[in-house]
RNA sequence: GUGAGUGUAGCUCAAGGGUUAGAGCACCGGACUGUGGAUCCGGUGGUUGGGGGUUCGAAUCCCCUCACUCACCCCA
């Protein structure tokens, strides 16, 4: 042994992090609300691996994207596969539609999921390597009805969980029939001002003018609105489609603002796509993205198989989220003597059986130690095991929020215990 | 991948070339005789992110590096 190996302290992977517990609460508060909404609305959790084929991605993500391009974690397994930990959940769930066949269940398919995805980037508020979402799909439903339920679903989530100062975007992409008319018009605009154009737009407008219009430079964002816009453009049926989505927003009475530069960064959207955004998050403020992707299970040789979803990131939600945590309820056992020790561990082990948390510590300690203890900690009962209990077979509780006591057995105790929880939860 | 800012105890921060780097909070122990939050006393804890340089002397000045934070890019 150098000695020098012991002293370099390992940390956590950059852009990772541990959730610790005085924060995971959060966390389990969100998600149980999460899946609680979406059961209420006929969705079933889907469960896929982490690591996928890096081929998946390649081909749902799109080779083009920033994703697949620069941000995915790619190694060679033992067996020399490709293989990628997951950057977003979407081809993961088409590829389980396909290989288990569900498209020969009822339709339309809902499905939801919470975990962590994986992208290479450089961290910063709002962003991690890895990071966390919630994430619904549908499949096998046209009617835009669908298009504007996820979004109120979504909001039902987002008020829930304290979410205010959100506001929506929509857009409509287009499909396969309308986006290329459009896109050779857009191109051609773009590279008519090529020139006046920043570096990274010079390059959009070849490869992919639509993503002009996320520029930030100034400059380029006083070109990109004199450029043409998808909504002037749509075909019969996607202008239609995106009539109704929207007549179902107000329907729900949600506010909306159509944003006809909105693009979603995944190669896949046909006609809808949105985003929620709040005011409070930095710059990275988008809590919620989501669209339509009518083409993606057929393109993986599935079944003509629509789709729509959308991902929140519970990073991001929880950073503006206001969630009251309930307080800890439990039993700090203040006892005196080993003889009351014994009898302690034994009380603990039936109120537990009723449901009810305790905490026996096994150190000694004098009754106000005990009390200081219990306090610290938190506790919201003590009960008192002494000479005088194990004599009587009753015991002295204490209520340390309300400072009262009660005498009685474990029984008559524990429903005073149950009594109060009942009473504070409703 | 690019840029900026910040790194001193578990946390929040002092010390800005000169003895052995300090404080508050937290943690541990003690005083307080079977009833908590208070008070008082004591204690643990740092190669000042790491490495190199300048200097008689570096937490302090210079260089490199790493980490964190924010922003660009991209996105949840």
Redesign the pocket.
Known sequence: MSGEQG?KVI?????T?DILPSEVRLWQIAEATAREIFELYGYRELRAPVIEPTELFERGTGAS???VTK?MYTFTDKGGRSITLRP?YTPSVVRAIIEHRLDLQPQPLRFYYIGP?F?Y????????RQ???IDIEVFGEKDPAIDAEILEMAHRLLSSLGVTGVFTLVNSVGCKKCRPAYGQKLREAALAVKEQLCP?CQR?SELNPL?IF????ESCRALAAGFPRITDFLCEECREHFKKFREYLDLYGISYRVEPTL????DYYTKTAF?IVTEEA?????????GRYDDMVREFGGPDLCGIG???????LLSVARIKVPERSFVYFAY?GEEAKKESLKLARNLRSEGIECLVEF?ER???????R???LG?EW?L?V????LRKGKF?L?D????R?FEGSLIELASIIKGKKILETG
């Open positions: 002293k940390s956590a992977i950059k852009g992090k994207s920033d994703i941000e977003e995805m992208r980037d450089r961290p910063q508020k709002g962003r991690y990071f966390h979402q990274d959009k993503r996320d520029c930030k430079v693009v979603r960064g995944l985003e930095g710059a990275q403020n988008a809590i919620c993205g989501g959308f991902a929140m990131g519970v990073e991001r005196l150190k004098k009754m106000k130690d005990h009390f200081s219990a306090n610290k506790a003590v008192i002494g000479e005088d209990e002295q204490k340390m929020t309300k400072a006591q």
